[in-house]
């Protein structure tokens, strides 16, 4: 499994906008004490599902952003396969989040930050590079990384501040 770079970072180009509303989501999901990581699902160039965390809002370890979406965009189209969706999220998927992209069929993932230490994609178990994955779909990594990066950082560093 590859991991390609993303397309362009330009705001210009149309496929910028999702990753746009993705950050607004992340930094959404921080002004609420959240962890900021966003998501936007598109179909078919029609924007159908939008949320950051809210691990801690609903108390519930699953309400990752890419979860909240997959939930939502499968209610919206009602299935279980979201084929011919793109996700775009600010930082890179962890198992969970990794897994629920594949059963999803989803057809193509954008990432912003790589996630070292939780992600699932390029770093840890790499799910999608595994024999045993269903379905991997496209994935670009680094759109808008800088961005993702700086917003998880002074989340964490403000939390660290005494």
């Known amino acids: 499994m590859t991991v390609r770079p993303a397309v362009s970072d330009d705001p210009a180009r149309p496929d910028a906008a999702p990753m746009a509303l993705a950050l607004d989501e992340a930094k959404a999901a921080a002004a609420r004490g959240e962890v900021p990581v966003g998501a936007v699902l598109v179909h078919e160039g029609r924007i159908i ?7 801690r809002e609903l108390a519930d370890p699953t309400a990752h952003a890419e979860m909240m979406v997959i939930r939502q965009a499968a209610a919206a189209l009602g299935s279980e396969r979201l ?8 930082l890179e998927p962890c198992p969970m989040c990794a897994a629920a992209i594949s059963f999803a ?3 193509r993932l954008y990432f912003g930050s790589s996630d070292a230490k939780g992600g699932a994609v390029e770093s840890g178990v790499r799910l999608y590079a595994s024999p045993t994955c269903h379905h991997a779909p496209e994935v670009y990594g680094g759109m808008r990384e800088a961005e993702a990066t700086a917003l998880l950082k002074a989340f964490f560093k403000e939390r660290r501040e005494p």
């Open 49 to 55: 599902a939008r949320a950051g965390n809210r691990t």
């Open 83 to 90: 084929g011919r969706c793109d996700l775009y999220v600010t």
């Open 105 to 107: 069929r989803i057809r």
